[in-house]
Each structure stands twice: as C-alpha cells, then as structure tokens.
C-alpha cells in the first residue's frame, strides 16, 4: 500500500471564495485521483490526474470549476474554485500503485469542506 | 454502463453475531471487485479485493467476501462482528483504471 496525506483535514470557508487541497504520497505513482463524497453519498469521481498530462474531467465536472495540478509523481492539488455551498463534501485523493493489471486504488483520509 | 447497488443502506446487529453486506454489480467484462471500509471522519481503507481465481477471497480485520458471476454478487461477511466494525461499507467495480461505488451500507453494532 502507500502513505497518503491531505492538507487542509477539514475547512470552513465563505462562499465565493477558492480552496486549494493537497495530496502527497509516499512513493512515485503515475495515477492520481480525486473524489468527491457529498454529506451521506458514495463517492464520485471528479477527475484523473496523470503527472505529464492533463487531467481528465468525468462528466458533471469541469477543470474551471476544479482546476487540478500534477507536478510531479508523488502530489497532486485539487482546487476547488467559486465555492457555494453546495460544494460542502468531503474530498479525498486516491493513488493507483499499477500492482500488475488490476489497478487497486488506496484513498487518502480526506479534506472535509463546509462552505457557508 | 458499470453500477454497484448495495440494497441495504443501514444494518444493525448485536455484537459478536454474523454479519453479511449485500452488493451487486453490473459490468460486461471480467469485474475488478472491492470492499472499502469508512470509519468516522476517516478515508476509505481497502478490506479486499477480487480479480481472479479462488471465489472467496480474504481480506483484513477478518472479513471474507465470496464472488457469484451467476448472481452478479460479491458479498462480505464476518462471523462475528466486533463493536469497532461499526463504520460506512462501500462495494466498488473496477471499470478500466476507474472505480464505480455503490451507496454504502452503514453498519451499527448493538453492545
């Protein structure tokens, strides 16, 4: 498996404004992700971040609404921009350590958003 | 498209009694399957995982979950659940390099 932090763990922040969350790991992964858990849901995929690439968005999300950095293989940053408080939910970044052919993902502990 | 249906969204049972977590998946190809365990406040933690093989496969903290391709089914259980099992359970299909989530069951455990 693999270490994998988040900074902030959890923010309070006014509607309007942009929070940037980081995501490090351990070890050098080329996959990275990022979910989206909103209060008493399942978690959505927002985007993949490949290092060398850019990120690719999944349907619902768009990279002005949530730009994503990927500068090297071991960390990724999410912002999450204009913020409303629809976007209150838990975000948490995930890491594919490429194990064989059957991708295993190993999550962060999560960013905790409540914006009023 | 791949989906992940947990039917049950909150399970309560007593400590030290059996536990089985429902999960079916729809997916054309060979499935990727796994179970994620959420405690309060904290990440997702890999219980298991299923690719190939054996059907029943062994995970941590005890937790077995056992692969049916005719029910489209991959169930966990535990024989005998512990107060610190009480926590958020996602069942999840790997499609391609991505990961569909069902609901999640939450599990509450009776002293």
């Known amino acids: 498996s693999a270490v994998i932090s988040q900074k902030p763990s959890r923010d309070i922040c006014q509607r309007g404004t942009s929070l940037t969350i980081q995501c490090q790991v351990d070890s050098q992964v080329t996959m990275m992700f990022w979910y989206r858990q909103q209060p008493g849901q399942s978690l959505t995929l927002i985007a993949t971040a490949n290092q060398g690439s850019e990120a690719t968005y999944e349907s619902g999300f768009v990279i002005d609404k949530f730009p994503i950095s990927r500068p090297n293989l071991t960390f990724s940053t999410l912002t999450v921009s204009n913020m409303s408080p629809e976007d209150s939910s838990i975000y948490l970044c995930?890491?594919?350590?490429?194990?064989?052919?059957?991708?295993?993902?190993?999550f962060g502990p999560g960013t905790r958003l409540t914006v009023l | 498209a791949q989906s992940v249906t947990q039917p049950d969204i909150h399970i309560t049972v007593s400590e030290g009694a059996s536990l089985e977590l429902r999960c079916n998946y729809s997916y054309g190809a060979t499935p990727y399957l796994f179970w994620y365990v959420q405690s309060p406040g904290q990440g997702l933690q890999l219980l298991l995982k299923?690719?190939?093989?054996?059907?029943l496969v062994q995970g941590i903290k005890g937790f077995e979950a056992e692969f049916k391709r005719s029910q489209s089914s991959f169930n966990l259980r535990k024989p005998s659940v512990h107060w610190s099992d009480a926590a958020e359970y996602f069942c999840a299909v790997g499609a391609g390099q991505k990961l569909v989530f069902g609901q999640g069951t939450r599990l509450t455990i009776n002293p």
């Open positions: 299923y690719f190939s093989g054996d059907t």
């Open positions: 995930s890491v594919d350590l490429g194990q064989g052919a059957a991708d295993t993902q190993y």
